[in-house]
């Protein structure tokens, strides 16, 4: 390794250091602005939340991108070791998705339980004819 | 790279050829080097399970506690800063890994006083990220009373007025909306859950927040915590080794420097993950 290429060395980590600290406060004041800290008002707007969430799991990624690639110098590894180690990350990534899904969907469930619970029997309804229901059945309803 | 000469060339385009014959490291890289990045991939499956623990609860829950008004309190007296503490928690971080970097680098160079030099400030950078979260679990522990199975920080889900103050923020007679926060404070013993009235006329209590919330919080940021910890553990042995001159001897550019720089870089890289889903969406 030359001199120079030392000199260079040095430089590109301290644009490393710049560029994660920068991307770090684009992240921090997006994630102000879409909670309504920077301009009152804007937080109630859905566009806003997924936007800015969206905006910020994007830079977030690119700067795990960074620290692999720069950091930890996967860029100079073979292409075989970075398959083995990226591709089961990947994989993961979209188990991860199913399961915050899966989340989702426990929560519409839940509300569902939540209003059917509040559903009430119309006791006007005469059912003698057709089965006998004990007086304490409609608790259950 | 441009000082590769020709001949290097042609000997990694036969390498396929050579690489069951026996004598040469798989992926060109060191048997240490490659079973780092492979604990590395089992210790992030570990942490991605965490998250997708913490991501499911947090979607399954109609509220979740809001960040911004969970963490806005810092050192010195200062209260309503959202993330502004954490945020030079992170920069600890990421400066101690751009040290880490000029410690690898000038273990390539065969220059001891530099590896110990900058390793011993990526020490002191992960040090302060350790007492940085002390007091941040501190703070959350004895004064906001958060604990494992309690989470004090709610969510309104309609607007309404209160008929109690609490002594610290909320005066009887002030209103909130539906989707504002609030922190049930812990009074002689005892949460103090205050009631209100809502806008369609009826008297509640303040609920607590979601319960997984502390739990999540203490392990995922504790396990994190607990890999810089272990990491300044490791860095100050691999500092007190290559100032004693260990490494000088091995003639391999310092390579042990470089497989800890591997963990620390991936401790930096679990918490760009942690700060995005605890304290940034």
Same mark, same amino acid.
């Given at each position: ?9 040095? =430089?590109?980590?301290?644009?490393? +250091? ?15 602005? &879409?909670?309504?800290?920077? #301009?009152?008002?804007?937080?109630? #707007? ?14 977030? /990624? ?26 089961? #990350?990947?994989? +993961? ?32 309804? =005469? ?15 | $790279? ?9 000997? #990694?385009? *036969? ?13 060109? /890289? ?28 947090? !979607?399954? $829950? ?44 000038? &273990?390539?160079?065969?220059? =001891?006083?530099?590896?110990? !030099?900058? $390793? ?14 002390? @007091? ?9 009373? $958060? ?17 109690? &103050?609490?002594?610290?923020?909320? =005066? ?10 609030? +922190?049930?404070?812990? *009074? ?30 203490? !392990? ?10 272990? &990491? ?31 963990? @620390? ?17």
């Amino acid at each position: 390794m030359g001199h120079g290429n030392y000199e260079e060395a040095i =430089k590109k980590v301290y644009i490393g +250091l710049g560029v994660l600290a920068v991307l770090t406060l684009v992240e921090v004041f997006v994630s102000l602005f &879409g909670k309504g800290h920077i #301009m009152g008002g804007v937080e109630d #707007m859905k566009v806003v939340l997924w936007g800015t969430g969206l905006l910020i799991i994007v830079l977030s /990624a690119y700067k795990a991108y960074y620290i692999i690639y720069k950091f930890m110098h996967m860029e100079q590894e073979v292409s075989g070791l970075q398959l083995s180690v990226l591709l089961p #990350m990947g994989l +993961l990534i979209w188990g991860m998705i199913a399961f915050f899904q899966e989340g989702g969907s426990w929560n519409a469930r839940r509300q569902q339980i939540k209003e059917k619970d509040k559903i009430q029997v119309d006791e006007s309804v =005469k059912l003698e004819g057709y089965y006998h229901v004990p007086d304490d059945t409609k608790r259950y309803f | $790279m441009a000082t590769e000469t020709i001949a290097e060339h042609t000997e #990694m385009e *036969h390498q396929g050829q050579d690489s069951w014959s026996g004598g040469k490291e798989p992926f060109e /890289a060191s048997y240490g080097k490659l079973m780092m990045w492979y604990f590395l991939l089992s210790d992030a499956f570990t942490f991605a399970g965490f998250l997708i623990a913490y991501g499911a609860l947090r !979607f399954s $829950m109609p509220t979740w506690p809001v960040p911004d008004f969970v963490f806005s309190t810092a050192p010195f007296g200062i209260h309503h800063a959202p993330l502004i503490f954490v945020t030079v928690m992170s920069f600890l971080l990421i400066i101690s890994s751009v040290t880490m970097v000029r410690a690898v680098q000038e &273990g390539h160079r065969e220059n =001891k006083n530099g590896v110990v !030099f900058w $390793m011993i400030l990526t020490v002191i950078g992960g040090a302060g990220f350790l007492g940085c979260q002390a @007091w941040e679990w501190n703070n959350l522990i004895t004064v906001e009373h $958060m604990s494992v199975t309690t989470n004090p920080f709610g969510t309104h889900i309609e607007s309404g007025v209160y008929l109690e &103050g609490d002594g610290h923020g909320i =005066k009887e007679g002030d209103t909130f909306d539906a989707g504002d926060s609030y +922190l049930i404070h812990y *009074h002689d013993g005892a949460y103090d859950q205050l009631s209100y009235r809502t806008e369609s006329g009826e008297v509640k209590q303040q609920e607590f927040g979601p319960k997984a919330f502390g739990a999540l919080f203490f !392990f995922i940021t504790g396990f994190h915590g607990f890999h810089v910890f272990s &990491g300044v553990a490791f860095l100050l042995i691999i500092a007190l080794n290559a100032a004693s001159g260990l490494y000088v001897k091995r003639k391999n550019g310092y390579e042990m420097v470089e497989k800890i720089g591997l963990y @620390w870089h991936f401790v930096d890289l679990v918490w760009v993950f942690v700060f995005l889903v605890f304290y940034l969406l």
